[in-house]
Structures are given as structure tokens and as C-alpha cells.
């Protein structure tokens, strides 16, 4: 061990000799881990045990940070137990299935106490001793019962807890923050304002009165032990996502992630340009590691899953002051999962004929695109030095239409791949088989969208009975397109030269000029629910299905218009739509009844299959 690292080792060490947790270190330096980041392994991992930290060691043995001064973050909760939690988990789950997700769901139920703050590493254990110390003094005046008072606002639902009851809990937050500035040099700010329990936040205003129902049904008076907890972040991740691998994947290339199944990775939404279609990038909570992973392969799981629980005090007079000390020490991660809910399916084709009468919108995703398997250079693959289109692979399309001006114009406007083509046409196949009727069709002017409603037509058997309606205010976002000006789209005259079926008689709502580079967030929903509504008032006689061949972004920007939902925040957004596969589909029905328009199960089962490598047969050639 180096001289400095036996000056950290002793200074740590002496300062918390004679304590329960001194001896963690001992074991982990004599493993030959430096004190440093043994320390924070333990800080790392609740300082529970020594093997769990070794074992956290051992899976960051390759994490270019592990030598990184960086500290957990720590904040103080009043948790609640018992009766009183089972309700408020039960408020969770019925929230999120009736009115969606909103903020609160985020974190499990609290009252905070203390916000975030940073604690060296070799210092944590004086935080357990700054709680105790604090809930100690406290216990004898802490309240039996803490009054909560349902409140209710156009963003807001929660309870307030009021009266002495709150001002003898914002003494022991402020009694933790003295002790945690005396004992672990701690600079901790105690809540001051309106102590309050979130039930909901930042919901939208037309499920207010759903939630207020639900929030009756959660009595304040349930019996509850209430615990002031000690949880620790990673401060890196703060504004990160996070997700859960859902299924094992080993990497093929060097800068991928290996996952395991229960694995939680760190993704920043705003720093994905380097990102094929259906990948992110990612930081491993459980390695340390940054690399690409298969989105498909994880799920969006609450920010607080990757919290650490270190330790608690209970305020109950019936136990003994000793059992307190450390609380549910064992569990690492306040974790609860649901089970997904499933969409509802119509069940027979009975079901699916009654309502052929009915105005429907069916929204579909275009097939694979050729980039998303050959990249960004797919164009200079597939160019011969006189910029002239050959074959390279069975998945490149057998021949691209003629542009004006020539083949660098598909560099941003790339085809359908072989395999794209195929998933359309049997999409289209399954639609026939449906029996839904297809009244109108309506594009994005991108090839591979105009391509995908083609194919679907063909297998319908209406490619020459309907005309193809282009629609620029469908159109991707174009902050996500590469460039500062929108791509060269093919024009009407070079669609029908190449035999696509087009309109030129519709008048679209945003004309292809009016497509402006790098839009906002908001512009871009607001053209989407211009157009949508453009489409279905353009066929009020038509009691079908209007068919909207767009990009994965249109399954939420086009369909929530239509259910009078407000914008997803953008960065929900972005995740959600990496998600959308080749021909997905959302399918919506007008209930003339009520005159809304309702999400139902799309009339044809989705697309799943896997990949297929590249394979160079010279590798088999014996000898070689």
C-alpha cells in the first residue's frame, strides 16, 4: 500500500474504530482494494456488508470513474409503514392505470425532510450517527399521529401535514442537519416550508377529479410507524433516465454494454445523436461502463429503483431504542414492479366487423429502413464511382427510383430495405385477411413512408383504386434530421414518374415549403395536430378506416390529438418513440355517442423477428 493510501487507511480507520461497520474495511484493504475506493464501495452499497462491496469492486473493475473523487448524494425521508403504505401503493397503481404516469409515481410515498446533499465517503458512518442521535432526542416528543389534510390543485394532489405535529417534524429535520454539519461536515439543508406527502404531480388538469376520487379512498387515520430513512444517489444520473434490461445480450462489438437481466442503465435523452435507430447509449449502474445497448432489450423504470437504502429510524415507543438504530438494514432498493397492463383486444372478428361502420384512424409506422442496417455510409456501399446504384447486399432494394437530382438525394431520404418492403406487404396481407375496409390513405413525404402505404395498398388490392395523399405535416421531426436545412423530399412529379400512386389534387395542410430545419419540440406537435385533424375532416363521409403511413414519432404525435390528450413532456417523448418498431400500429375509433375518439387494439397482430448478421464466406475457406 502506497504511503498516502496508509495515511487515508489510518485516518479512516481511527475515526471509526470501536463502531459496528469499522471492521468493513479491514477485510476489503486486505483484498488489496486501496481505501479510497473501498470507501466508496461501501458508500456505494448502504455499508451493509464487506462481500457486497467486494463484489461491487469486482464488477467496476473496468469503470473509468472508480478512481474518481465523486460522492453519493443523501437526503432524508419520513417514510410511512404499514396500513397507511399498503393504501398509498394501492393509490400508485390505480393512478398510473387510470390516468397514466405523472411525476410522483417516480418515487415511492414520503415526506422529505432534508433535500440532496453530498457526503465524503470516509464520513458516511456519521450520518447513521448524526440519525440516531437526532431521532433519539426527538422520540420522547415525535407525534403518535400525524395529521394529514388532502390538497388539491390544478397540478398538484397531496396530503399537508399541519399544525405542531409538522413543526416537531421539522425540528428533527433541522436536529439531523446540526448533528450532520457537527459529525460528517455535512452542509444539509432541512425543509423549512409546507411539509406534504405528493400523491400527483404535474398530471393532466382532465384527470384532477379522477385522482381526487381515488385520494378519498386512502383514509390519513390507517395505522402507520413512521421511519426516517437515509437514501443515497449516484449525483452523476441525476437528470438521466433509467432503465431495467429485460433480457440478457452479449456484445457484438467493443463500445456495446453487456446486460443481464435486472441490470439498471443511466440514459441521457438529449445525448443520443451518436445512436443508430432502436439503440441508446447508456452508463451501467451495475459496472460502471459506458456503451450502445438494444433499447428493445430494457424499460423505463422509476428514477428512485436505483436508490440506496442505508439506514432508518423508527418512531415507535413500543421498540426498543437499539432495534432503531439500523432498521431494515437488509434491503438495499425500495423496489415495488406491476405487471405491465395489456391492451384490450377485440376477441373475434364479429367484434372487428361491427365496427366497419364506425370512423376509424389507423396510424402505422413505415417499414425497416435501409440505414438502420447498413448505417450512415449505406450510400457510398451501395455507389459505383460514377455515382451509379448497385446491390451490394440481398437486403439493399433492387433498383431506387430516378431523382432529379441523382442518387445523393437519398442519403437523407433513404429506401425501404428488402426486408422492409416484405414487412409491409405482410402487414398488408394481414390487413386484407382483417377485414377492416380502407377508405383513404394519407403519407408522410418521406420515400419509405410513401413506399410502405404502396406495398400495403398492393396486398389490399386498391393500389389503383386509391390515390396516395401526401402530407408534409406528418413529417419526422426535423430537429432529428441531420443538416441545417430539411432533406430533399421527392417531389409529386417524381413519385408518380416512379409509379407511386399519388394525389396531386390534395391540398395538404403544411405544404412541403413550409417545413422548416431544427424545429422545437412544440412546433413540431403543433403541425402534427394541424394535419391530423386536416386529414380526418378532409373525409367526413368516409365511415372506414383512414390509413396515416408516418414514422414511429406519429403513433403519439398524431393519435394523442385525436384523444384530446395534451403533448408528452419531450424527453418521454424521445423514449418512447426509440421503442415504436418497423409497422407498428395505433388504431383509434370515433364513438359517435360521445363524439370522441377512442384508443382500441390495432385489427392485426404485430411484427417480431431478429436480426441476421452479415456473413463473408472467404473466413471458412480452410487455411485462411
Known amino acids: 500500500m502506497a504511503a498516502g493510501e496508509t495515511q487515508v487507511y489510518a485516518k479512516v480507520n481511527s475515526k471509526l474504530k470501536g463502531r459496528s461497520t469499522a ?23 448502504g455499508r451493509k456488508t464487506a462481500e457486497e462491496a467486494a463484489e461491487w469492486l469486482d464488477c467496476h473493475c473496468n ?3 472508480l478512481d474518481d473523487p465523486i460522492p453519493q448524494e443523501y437526503a432524508l425521508f419520513l417514510c410511512p409503514t404499514g396500513p397507511l403504505l399498503d393504501k398509498l401503493q394501492e393509490f400508485w397503481r390505480e393512478s398510473k392505470r387510470q390516468c397514466t404516469k405523472n411525476r410522483a409515481h417516480e418515487v415511492f410515498p414520503h415526506i422529505t425532510l432534508c433535500d440532496f446533499f453530498t457526503c465524503e465517503d470516509q464520513k458516511v458512518e456519521c450520518l447513521y450517527e448524526a440519525l440516531k442521535r437526532a431521532g433519539d432526542r426527538m422520540l420522547g416528543s415525535f407525534p403518535s399521529v400525524v395529521p394529514l ?15 405542531s405535529p409538522a413543526d416537531i417534524i421539522r425540528e428533527f429535520a433541522m436536529m439531523f442537519a ?19 406527502l405528493t400523491l400527483a404531480h404535474k398530471f393532466y388538469p382532465h384527470h384532477q377529479r379522477t385522482l381526487e376520487q381515488l385520494a378519498r379512498a386512502v383514509h390519513p387515520g390507517l395505522s402507520c410507524q413512521w421511519t426516517a430513512t437515509l437514501y443515497s444517489r449516484d449525483m452523476r444520473f441525476v437528470h438521466y433516465q433509467t432503465l431495467r434490461a429485460l433480457f440478457q445480450y452479449k456484445p457484438q462489438n467493443v463500445d456495446e454494454l453487456t446486460l443481464t437481466p435486472g441490470d439498471h442503465i443511466f440514459v441521457d435523452p438529449t445525448q443520443q445523436e451518436e445512436a443508430s435507430e432502436g439503440w441508446v447509449i447508456g452508463v451501467s449502474q451495475r459496472t460502471g461502463c459506458r456503451g450502445f445497448l438494444p433499447e428493445n432489450y430494457t424499460e423505463r423504470v422509476r428514477e428512485c429503483d436505483t436508490w440506496v437504502k442505508h439506514r432508518t429510524y423508527t418512531f415507535s415507543l413500543a421498540m426498543d431504542l437499539n432495534s432503531r438504530k439500523d432498521g431494515d ?23 372487428l366487423q361491427a365496427t366497419i361502420m364506425r370512423k376509424s384512424v389507423l396510424v402505422v409506422r413505415h417499414g425497416e429502413r435501409v440505414d438502420q442496417i447498413f448505417g450512415k455510409s449505406w450510400l457510398q456501399q451501395c455507389s459505383t464511382p460514377d455515382g451509379k446504384y448497385y446491390r451490394p447486399d440481398l437486403n439493399f432494394p433492387c433498383s431506387l427510383p430516378r431523382r432529379g437530382n441523382g442518387i445523393k438525394d437519398f442519403e437523407n431520404d433513404p429506401p425501404l430495405s428488402s426486408c422492409g418492403i416484405f414487412q409491409s406487404r405482410m402487414a398488408g396481407e394481414a390487413l386484407q385477411g382483417s377485414g377492416i375496409r380502407i377508405t383513404s ?8 413512408c410513401v413506399q410502405t402505404a404502396k406495398h400495403i395498398l398492393e396486398e389490399l388490392k386498391l393500389e389503383r383504386k386509391m390515390k396516395i395523399r401526401v402530407e408534409p405535416g406528418i413529417y419526422e421531426w426535423t430537429k432529428w434530421e441531420a443538416g441545417k436545412t430539411t432533406p430533399t423530399l421527392m417531389t409529386l412529379d417524381e413519385l408518380k414518374e416512379a409509379n407511386f400512386n399519388v394525389s396531386t389534387d390534395y391540398r395538404p395542410a403544411f405544404p412541403l415549403a413550409s417545413l422548416m430545419p431544427a424545429e422545437s419540440y412544440d412546433e413540431y406537435v403543433d403541425r402534427c395536430a394541424v394535419s391530423v385533424e386536416r386529414i380526418v375532416s378532409s373525409c367526413p363521409q368516409d365511415m372506414g378506416v383512414t390509413l396515416i403511413v408516418g414514422h414511429g414519432s406519429a403513433l403519439d404525435s398524431c393519435i394523442r390529438p385525436l384523444l384530446g390528450l395534451p403533448p408528452r413532456d419531450s424527453a418521454d417523448f424521445a423514449q418512447l418513440v426509440r421503442k415504436i418498431p418497423s409497422l407498428g400500429m395505433c388504431f383509434c375509433e370515433e364513438n359517435k355517442e360521445g363524439g370522441k375518439w377512442e384508443l382500441v387494439a390495432p385489427p392485426v397482430k404485430t411484427l417480431t423477428h431478429g436480426s441476421n448478421s452479415a456473413f463473408n464466406w472467404r473466413n471458412w475457406i480452410p487455411g485462411n
Not at 178 to 196: N, S
Not at 441 to 448: G, H, Q
Open 329 to 351: 438494514a437488509s434491503s438495499r432498493r425500495n423496489v415495488e414492479v406491476h405487471p405491465p397492463q395489456r391492451p384490450r383486444s377485440l376477441g373475434s372478428m364479429q367484434a
Open 178 to 196: 446540526t448533528e450532520a454539519a457537527v459529525l460528517a461536515d455535512c452542509t444539509v439543508k432541512p425543509c423549512t416550508k409546507q411539509l406534504h
Open 23 to 45: 471492521s468493513l474495511l479491514d477485510p476489503l484493504v486486505g483484498m488489496g482494494f486501496p481505501a479510497h475506493t473501498a470507501l466508496k464501495a461501501l458508500a456505494a452499497t
Open 441 to 448: 390513405v394519407f403519407t408522410s413525404p418521406a420515400l419509405r
Open 149 to 163: 389534510v388532502l390538497h388539491s390543485s390544478v397540478s398538484y394532489l397531496g396530503f399537508f401535514i399541519t399544525d
Open 63 to 65: 469503470d473509468p470513474s
